[in-house]
């Protein structure tokens, strides 16, 4: 507004915005002078409406004020000598009001000049609103996601609770099982808190922040909540004693480990060889990747290429294909990556993968010269 001023020698700026299908003009913002708080809402009538859709400056004339009172009335409510109208695909979206301190020399240069500022402000104005729609889109958007990964996250504690209860039934004698048995309630019972304030608070839910962490411990804190090692038919490997850190965040990690998981053991219910799941941690020079493998029926190529990371894509019979969509936004989000390997009846392979932490990188050998 102020170059605006500059430019024109205006000794005051005043400028108003108009919603789509409304009449009445609000003033937004105002320089070199201060509209009264119940002048900041002006009514326009149908007629005044037409004529300023045209989108040509107005300069307060003898004529103006003698033959156009509604136009005039808007001169003298905006403190302007000029009006522009902001015209953008035959709509008036908002009008531009100067106040000029000297008599134009030459009305047709002046046109010429203003028509040229009127056309500029139309783009700033116009340009404003589309980004201010774009960021409101990816607002509700990612709002949307976080939401349906909240749900997910509540029907895999879900599963993980139905799953505690049937190996209960089996093993409760068992003293050494009952203090595993309540290790995994309260993790449990901290998803499912964690999950609830994601549903209420999303922005709470900061999956961006970084860490140094060791996948490692991590793992064997998932599978250790999760009670895998304790299911029926199903063998679990873990393969991670230890491992240096890696930059990450490590809800993220643990959220993705805990879905693939249970994934991998959904996957190997009801088939007839036994089921087996592995997890070890790969090192990849200056990333680690913790892999995750099962002997289960496997992907087909098709659905590797086309459907697998995509939403509501999904090989489960009861699966919302949510999970591994959300996970690897989750995972980009923290500076990781997700990815996967398959053939169809020769099992499936995942991998979580992020760089190892600073100071923690392997030395780099120079070439001899």
Not at 147 to 157: C, G, Q, S, V, Y
């Amino acid at each position: 507004m102020e170059q605006t001023r500059e430019i024109t020698l205006a000794q005051s700026l005043t400028y108003g915005t108009l919603s789509e299908g409304a009449s009445v003009l609000v003033l937004q913002e105002a320089m070199g002078w201060s509209p009264p708080r119940s002048g900041r809402r002006i009514e326009l009538g149908p007629g005044l409406l037409s004529r300023l859709s045209d989108g040509l400056p107005r300069n307060l004339s003898p004529s103006v004020r003698d033959q156009e009172p509604d136009l005039a009335g808007l001169f003298r409510a905006m403190g302007a000598t000029w009006l522009l109208p902001l015209v953008f695909q035959k709509r008036l979206i908002g009008i531009l009001g100067l106040n000029t301190k000297f008599q134009p020399l030459s009305l047709i240069e002046d046109r010429l000049f203003y028509q040229a500022l009127s056309v500029q402000w139309t783009s700033l104005l116009v340009g404003a609103s589309l980004a201010r729609q774009t960021a409101e889109k990816r607002e509700l958007e990612l709002l949307s996601g976080l939401r349906a990964f909240t749900f997910h996250d509540l029907k895999n504690a879900g599963g993980a609770l139905k799953l505690l209860s049937h190996n209960a039934k089996r093993n409760m004698e068992d003293p050494e099982f009952r203090e595993e048995l309540l290790f995994c309630l309260e993790n449990i019972s901290g998803q499912i808190e964690s999950s609830l304030e994601g549903l209420l608070s999303p922005y709470s839910q900061d999956y961006s922040r970084l860490s140094d962490f060791s996948p490692a411990d991590r793992i064997r804190e998932v599978v250790r909540a999760l009670g895998l090692e304790s299911t029926p038919a199903l063998k679990v490997v873990v393969e991670a004693k230890e491992s240096p850190p890696v930059r990450g965040n490590p809800k993220a990690f643990d959220t993705t480990l805990r879905n693939l998981l249970i994934n991998a053991r959904e996957i190997l219910e009801g088939q007839s060889l036994p089921g087996e799941i592995r997890v070890g941690v790969r090192d990849e020079g200056e990333h680690l990747s913790v892999v995750v493998s099962d002997n289960g029926p496997g992907m087909s190529r098709e659905f590797m290429e086309t459907r697998l990371f995509r939403p509501f894509q999904t090989t489960k019979k009861k699966g919302t294909g949510l999970g591994l969509f959300s996970c690897k936004l989750l995972l980009e989000q923290s500076g990781g990556r997700i990815g996967a390997a398959s053939r169809e009846g020769e099992g499936s392979e995942f991998w979580i993968t992020y760089p190892r932490a600073f100071g923690n990188l392997p030395e780099r050998t120079l070439p001899e010269m």
